[in-house]
């Protein structure tokens, strides 16, 4: 009995650690798609969100629309929206530990839940105001509920299964494909034909939704196959599949946002790493119980449809697979449990301290931290006062963090630049995706303006320019 209490007191502790995790350096500044979110849920109406904004972006409204709600509780600061990141970030733990715990036993959930406590890339995305921290825990959820509907009739599973089914659809895209997990094995499964009435049946919702969704869905197809026309190196970024964007899904799984100036000792601590790790995923294959088969297909099924998807759409990115961080740890918790003695503790203590290392190098090296949008608009709007300024962007899609933070300074797209400003601030982010001929730059300089400096925060770099 002392045990048992040990061990659900076992489990408030790695929510504990979790929380201090994600709470070291959260307020540091917003980066760019953040400071989509911000503007949204600090200037938008609900209505306008859905009618103005999300015909034009890549994603369902979901996540929008509860982040406008949670800031008008909680604020739009950077703390006040990476909160309900957080509270995504420590609720996909518990799960987890409730995962752990049904396939195998409560110290499976223990482990699975602190290694996702600590791993450095959930980490970093329960530090962030976007959507991923909040797909995980959705996804983590249906598995969760899954679960107990294989073997449970209880109406309540069902139902419950039915509304993160609608909630996930309508949170993110991507995360979508873990559907295909559940069907591959309740086909295999041979359910009978009751079971297949209601897990049809809990489809309708997700459905539903998407029916009223699909106008959108399809100004926002054809709004993302527009950019592939107009910005051809922009819908690269975004994410295609290729051998290095699919090397780092394990790679970045495992080590987090972080990397090494020293390449080959980046590729020699990864391939440790992943050595070690391949070791312990496949001692998980020792274990008989047949529910484990439904891990395995949530780790590889939906990364499988997104690298193929990605052959052809710009969606395949290690950090929009997030959703299956879960299942890696759960199979490497697994493979843990079929060793013994010093092999068992040896390798908690390895993975454990893999993820520390990773995560603390994140939280305590800016040099891992988002891009400083928050320092740059600091400089520049005390170095432009009582001074007729402006800052001209490359384009005028990427301004959100720079409006964010700014406190009423002059800014503007390429139509912007004119000789009639004493001071020009040139910014140079993503110019050799949007201006790879360096036009604007040329522009500025014709027009009489000369360089007085450059500033980099974080990967935002901009060019101080004053008329001669």
Request: with cysteine; hydrophobic share 50%; proline share 3%.
């Amino acid at each position: 009995m002392d045990k048992d209490v040990g061990k659900r007191k076992m489990i408030l502790v790695i929510l504990l650690l979790a929380l201090a995790l994600r709470m070291v350096s959260i307020n540091q500044s917003l980066w760019l798609d953040e400071g989509t979110s911000a503007i949204l849920a600090r200037d938008f109406s609900l209505e306008r969100i859905l009618t103005e904004f999300s015909p034009g972006d890549f994603h369902p409204p979901l996540y929008y629309l509860f982040l406008k709600v949670w800031a008008g509780i909680f604020g739009s600061s950077e703390v006040g929206l990476r909160s309900f990141s957080l509270l995504a970030g420590l609720a996909t733990v518990y799960v987890v530990y409730l995962i752990g715990k049904r396939l195998l036993d409560r110290k499976a959930g223990l482990l699975a839940a602190l290694f996702l406590a600590t791993s450095g890339l959930h980490l970093y995305y329960s530090q962030e105001a976007r959507m991923y921290a909040l797909s995980a825990l959705f996804v983590s959820g249906l598995f969760y509920f899954f679960l107990k509907i294989l073997d449970s009739k209880k109406r309540i599973d069902w139902y419950f299964f039915s509304l993160l089914l609608f909630l996930n659809g309508l949170t993110d895209y991507l995360p979508n494909l873990v559907i295909v997990s559940f069907w591959v094995f309740a086909l295999v499964a041979k359910k009978d034909k009751g079971w297949w009435r209601n897990f049809l049946l809990s489809h309708i919702p997700l459905v539903a939704a998407y029916l009223w969704w699909l106008p959108t869905f399809t100004n926002q197809l054809r709004s993302g196959l527009g950019v592939f026309e107009s910005a051809p190196g922009w819908w690269k970024v975004l994410g295609r599949t290729n051998l290095k964007e699919l090397l780092l899904v394990p790679v970045k799984f495992a080590l987090g946002r972080i990397s090494f100036v020293d390449k080959g000792l980046y590729a020699l601590v990864s391939g440790t790493v992943l050595l070690t790790y391949s070791f312990l995923v496949m001692k998980a294959k020792n274990i008989k119980e047949g529910r484990l088969r439904l891990i395995w297909l949530w780790l590889i099924v939906p990364i499988a449809l997104a690298a193929i998807l990605g052959l052809k759409l710009s969606v395949f990115s290690y950090f929009r697979l997030i959703f299956a961080i879960p299942a890696f740890f759960l199979l490497i918790v697994f493979g843990i449990l079929q060793l013994r003695g010093r092999l068992f503790k040896a390798s908690v203590l390895f993975v454990l301290c893999v993820n520390l290392l990773a995560s603390g190098a994140y939280l305590f090296n800016a040099r891992f931290h988002r891009e400083d949008w928050r320092g740059l608009v600091s400089l520049v709007e005390k170095a432009s006062r009582d001074k007729n300024a402006i800052t001209i962007f490359v384009t005028d899609g990427q301004t959100e963090a720079y409006r964010y933070y700014s406190k009423g300074g002059k800014i503007a797209g390429p139509e912007g630049l004119s000789a009639s400003y004493e001071q020009l601030w040139l910014m140079r982010y993503v110019q050799e995706i949007f201006d790879p001929e360096d036009k604007l730059r040329k522009e500025t300089e014709r027009l009489g303006f000369v360089k007085k400096g450059e500033y980099d925060f974080n990967g935002v770099v901009v060019w101080e320019y004053e008329r001669e």
